[in-house]
């Protein structure tokens, strides 16, 4: 036996014996894996570094996809998976992995019966459309009433059928490594509990479901392109890509397509610089969709940038790329902060127009000004470029008509003080590269070989597998789901 990962070491650590399929990570994917694995019969070992289950979960709008789904057909949604799969292709401009993306969209309204089977409290107004981002042509995203939470109970749920000797949940248990036979196939882990007590077990199969690396700014800046380094990391701090450098240092081919398209709408959190406020408190919401836009959005040198307006999500990130620093300020007056919906959100429906009106006067993360010049410095802004824009804007809403950016909602001119502006910057929430696998999920090597024993699944594989240079919705969470399932199944066939 060889243990690789943090150096080769000589093995003192108390032996947890042998499984059939060991699962490194207890996010949706990991927890999809066990969850099937364990139905087929298999004996599952599942490690996880923090000191709960659920991954992302906790924090993720939990939203995910699926054709041809009972809910679609009682509500006479026409729906099939191979109109789902074009649509993917077509938002992913033809960048997701097409065998990969068909294997778990040909699965994905499977998976969403499932749910349902289950009990999944699927929120009353889905099957939805969502504008957050490129809107599918048909209603095939689900959400739960507690967003990620939802989807993590129905998990827990299902979970807890399994007696331990049947799934073993370690929680605290952080992987270092990996077990390697004489041959060179992977057979088990090397990890630490709670800290400090070093841990090995064995299995015929690993898993590596440990999401991505947007926590960790050093290895997610190797991946984003150049210019990038500026985004906000806007996911919780297990994303240190554990899983890819345990993989890479086993020999792993990693993608890196360059590709980045940012979150918009969140705010930098003044207390954690480079961290985003966690979006479950509080969100800028610039979906027309959802909120009719009263306020322009600047650049540093003031200048608007896009159309307020736009119905495309895509078409407003990419043009935030464009911008300085990734930033954006969005700038109102007092008239509009009394007229406007709030600008401030969260999913809970815990923003009111009382609670804007008092977080605009506290100075978190909302600067006022009596003048748009003292407003622009407060910014960081160009004073004379703001003060430009706002007169140009305002003429545009007295003429009805914004030759700058063909805005068409001109709702009220910008010019009663105070001032008030928020700076919002392009955020990362979920890794673009990741693991190559083969289509059964097989971790290949630089040469395109399977590394026996190891597989994949979920976010270490690099969303830009099933969203190319786009997001798709529902393209992270349900392939994790899917192809986690249709991986526990088929390993614990093996394993038979
Ligand atoms: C704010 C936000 C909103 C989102 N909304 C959506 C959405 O609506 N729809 C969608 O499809 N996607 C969404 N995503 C993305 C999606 O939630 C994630 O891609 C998905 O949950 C990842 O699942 P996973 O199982 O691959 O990884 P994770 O959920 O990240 O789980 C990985 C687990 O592995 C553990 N781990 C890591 N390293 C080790 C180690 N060395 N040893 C042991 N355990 C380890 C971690 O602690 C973690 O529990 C969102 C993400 C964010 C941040």
Redesign the pocket.
Known sequence: MRFAGQGWAVMTAEDLGRYDVIV???????LCVAIEAAAVGARVLV????ER?????H??????SGAGTRRQAARGIEDDPERHWQEVMRLSHGRADPDLTWRTVRAQGETVDWLDGLGFDFHPETPGLVHGHEVYSVPRTY?GVNQ?DSLLRVLERELARWTPEQVRVLTG????GAVQDGAGRVAGIT?VRDGTHEIAAHAATVVL????YDAEPGLRNRFLPPGCEDAMI???D???G??LR?AEGLGAAVSGNGIFLPVMGLIPDPGRPGFAVD?REAFIELAPAYRTPHEIWVNRAGERFVPEDGTSPERRERALLEQPGLAMHIVWDEATAREAEPLIRNGAGGWTRERFLAEQESGRWIVTAPTPEELAVRLGVDPAGLAATLRRYNEAVRAGHDPDQGRTTLPMTIDSPPYYGITSTAAS??SRDGLQVTGDLAVVDRDGRPIPGLYA????LG?DVFAGDNYVG?????P?MTLGRALGRALAAEAS
Do not use: P, Q
């Not at 490194?24 to 990991?30: E, L, R």
């Not at 289950?53 to 979960?57: D, F, P, R, S, Y």
């Open positions: 490194v990570g207890a996010g949706v994917g990991g490690a996880e570094k923090t289950v659920g991954g992302m979960l924090i993720s709008s939990g939203e995910f959400w990620g248990t952080r992987v270092t990890a479901a440990t999401g991505g806007a996911c919780l297990h994303a240190t554990d899983g345990l979006y929430l979920l699944v979920g976010e270490v969303n529902g393209m992270s969470v349900t994790a």
